[in-house]
């Protein structure tokens, strides 16, 4: 399944005021520009504008592949909270849109991220064209739009570390760049936008006040407007930056607001287990034992007690479905699956056991063993391309529960390869960990890209 990222903008110079808005659309793997879109709409505030960026954005993401996954990256809370379901949308305006925005794809395989202004300067630029070219009296048009060209890269220039996005060492660099850009110059000039709802349109946060010239806050009163705000918000973002890139005494992380924590469970025990022998996503797909029943309910009632858990993830394999079945329902909560967290497919050697594998295919399993990019005997799944697929998920579990604590029932190799790339760990760390059957882990995920383990192979519950 292919899948984009769609980064959207949309300004309005008045608010209400002569508005246009910008969208891209990229490959997720590669990066690769594939479409760019911006328009100007005449009169309109900087929400409707935002939205209309959005609603573009997945028009054309549609229309490249309408079974892709897509993940929306957006510099404005409003509409990020909106189209997640957290706020509510009562400007009548923007419902038309938010519902349109909403059917272009099925839900489930949409995400949804809030990114600083910094980072969606791509979709900027377009919106800013697109007024330009308003202004002028005419329409945008992509054969003379520079707004890629005049782009930074997202990512910076120097090398970066090995592996699949997202890993430890990525997060870090990712904030140091962050902390270059912030110190570095002014923001993009020309939209207006900015994460907070508008005035005009009575558009409050839940539980904000709202007054003149100001912005409504998620929870209290109203922020200084114009370029006090921006001080105040581009003075936060370098502090933020500073204390990932240059940790202080002690280990406490830098305030970014409450992390993704995602609680990790192995499945319970299926015949196979006691076996040790290769049971991946290409074999039999066993379902749990008796024990494995039992260790389910242990887990289950563990969770309960403590009380943390806000949604339960699994992988679509029967026994974590199972395994998070049993314990969803002493939480009272509902399952959903989430198809990145599969194990590997471990090819002509499902069902096995090691000694067995060495003595059938020795050759292809040294290989296996020497290289992340080696596949198992009969085009099983490398763990390169495991490592790969775990990422994706994980990037867009943490954008969809951001500030939630997840409970992710999945398996050994997806558990270990999210704990080594918390850990910035290389490949080979897949076989020095140990982890039990119903045992459990945690690592929380944080707003700049870095990650925390706060737990590993833990069967205390099941004692």
């Given amino acids: ?80 909270e909106q189209m997640t379901g957290r706020w509510k949308i009562k400007h009548p305006a923007m419902k038309p849109l938010a519902a349109q925005a909403a059917l272009v794809f099925p839900p489930e395989r949409v995400t949804y991220e809030w990114i600083p202004r910094a980072q969606n300067k791509h979709a900027d630029r377009l919106a800013n064209e697109a007024m330009d070219a308003g202004k002028r009296g005419e329409a945008w048009s992509a054969a003379t739009s520079r707004a890629a060209l005049d782009t930074p890269p997202a990512r910076p220039a120097a090398p970066g570390p090995a592996g699949p996005p997202g890993d430890a060492a990525a997060g870090a660099a990712r904030a140091r760049a962050a902390l270059a850009s912030a110190a570095g110059g002014p923001p993009t000039a020309g939209t207006g936008t900015d994460t907070l709802p508008e005035v005009a349109g009575g558009e409050a946060a839940p539980g904000g006040k709202a007054t003149p010239g100001g912005k409504a806050t998620p929870g209290g009163e109203a922020a200084p407007g114009g ?46 287990t006691p076996q040790k022998r ?38 679509p394999l029967a026994r ?32 096995l056991t090691f000694g067995e594998v060495r003595e059938r295919h020795p050759d292809d399993l040294n290989a296996w063993l020497s290289s992340p990019d080696a596949e198992p005997t009969g085009g099983g799944e490398s763990f390169a391309a495991t ?29 270990k390869t999210l704990v080594r790339l918390a850990l910035g760990a290389p490949p080979e760390a897949l076989f020095r960990m140990e982890l039990s059957a119903a045992s459990l882990s945690a690592v929380a995920y944080y707003a700049d890209g870095n990650a925390s383990v706060r737990l590993f192979n833990d069967t205390s519950h099941l004692r």
């Fill in 227 to 272: 370029e006090e705000a921006a001080a105040l918000k581009a003075d936060a973002d370098v502090r933020a930056a500073r204390a990932v890139a240059t940790p202080t005494a002690g280990w406490a992380p830098a305030d970014l607001g409450p992390p993704a924590t995602f609680v990790l469970l192995r499945h319970g025990e299926t015949p196979l």
């Fill in 278 to 315: 290769f049971s991946g996503s290409g074999g039999s797909d066993p379902s749990l034992s008796s024990v494995g029943r039992e260790q389910a309910e242990k887990v289950g009632e563990f969770l309960a007690r403590r009380g943390t858990v806000q949604a339960v993830v699994a992988s």
């Fill in 1 to 80: 399944m292919r899948e984009f990222i769609v980064e959207a903008d949309g300004g309005s110079r008045g608010n209400p005021g002569p508005a246009g808005y910008g969208a891209v659309v990229s490959d997720a793997a590669t990066g690769e520009t594939l479409v760019e879109a911006a328009e100007y709409l005449g009169v309109a505030t900087n929400n409707v504008a935002e939205y209309r960026g959005l609603l573009a954005g997945l028009r054309a993401a549609r229309e490249l592949d309408p079974e892709a996954r897509v993940h929306v990256r957006m510099d404005s809370k409003l509409v990020i």
């Fill in 320 to 351: 974590t479905r199972e395994t998070a079945g049993i314990v969803a329902a002493r939480l009272g909560l509902d399952v959903t699956v989430e198809d990145g967290l599969r194990e590997t497919d471990f090819g002509a050697w499902e069902g």
């Fill in 387 to 415: 490592a790969a697929r775990v990422a994706a998920a994980r990037d867009r579990l943490t954008a969809e529960y951001r500030g939630r604590t997840v409970l992710l029932v999945t398996h050994v190799t997806p558990i």
